[in-house]
């Protein structure tokens, strides 16, 4: 759920875009 709200904030804020890729990567690593 919020995996999907952050990348709709990121598609729209390129700040928040750079952002989501970090928070994806941690939850990928976890």
Do not use: A, H, P, Y
Request: aromatic fraction near 6%; glycine fraction near 6%.
């Amino acid at each position: 759920g919020q995996t999907v709200t952050l990348k709709f904030n990121g598609v729209e804020d390129s700040s928040l875009q750079t952002s989501f890729v970090v928070d994806d990567t941690s939850l990928t690593t976890s």
